[in-house]
């Protein structure tokens, strides 16, 4: 009986020394992926992101090109949202950026807009043409504001 007990120890900790060694390839391969990709920063400066976070996509096209690194709030009560992109992207120094929701009630993101200059954005640089979050709540409130008026339209034409 000794010996079995011995085989399924040994068996065991093969076991465990492998999957703690996968982890540790695993965890090891994602930050190579994470710190082998080059790029540079831009800062925009924005009235209001409701909703916006840090760790946030950039997207161009519909495709990830970045993530939101920072938002600090300015002397005039602004946001200062600064990104890094891919170094492969370079925008033309005209190009804008807007903060998008993937739904109704969906998360936050950044997309870019393509300038047509011919003078490229560098890194530190800062983009001028912004487009704050959309206010739902003020939104929301105009649709019922509509539907409303729309509903008592409607009751007053049919004599009620």
């Known amino acids: ?3 079995k007990a011995n085989k399924d120890l040994i068996a ?3 076991t465990l020394l492998g999957v703690a060694l996968l982890f540790c390839a695993i ?3 994602r930050d190579i992926g994470r710190h082998s990709t080059a790029s540079y920063t831009l800062s925009a400066r924005f009235n209001h992101t409701d909703g916006l976070n840090t760790g946030a996509p950039v997207r161009l096209a519909g495709i990830e090109v970045g993530k939101i690194t920072a938002l600090t709030l300015d ?3 602004g946001v200062t949202v600064r990104f890094s992109l891919l170094k492969a992207v370079q925008l ?3 190009s804008g950026i807007s903060v998008q929701s993937q ?3 969906g998360s936050k993101y950044l997309e870019l807009t393509p300038g047509g200059s011919e003078d490229m954005l560098a890194d530190g640089d ?3 043409f912004t487009e704050d ?3 739902l709540v003020n939104l929301l409130d105009k649709v019922i504001a509509a539907a409303k008026a729309n509903r008592k339209n409607n009751n007053c034409a049919k004599g009620k």
Do not use: E, I, R, V
């Open 12 to 14: 065991g900790t093969a």
């Open 103 to 105: 739904s109704l009630l």
């Open 126 to 128: 800062f983009l001028d």
């Open 92 to 94: 033309p120094d005209d």
């Open 133 to 135: 979050s959309p206010d």
């Open 1 to 3: 009986m000794g010996g």
């Open 75 to 77: 002397g005039d009560y």
């Open 27 to 29: 965890s090891f391969k």
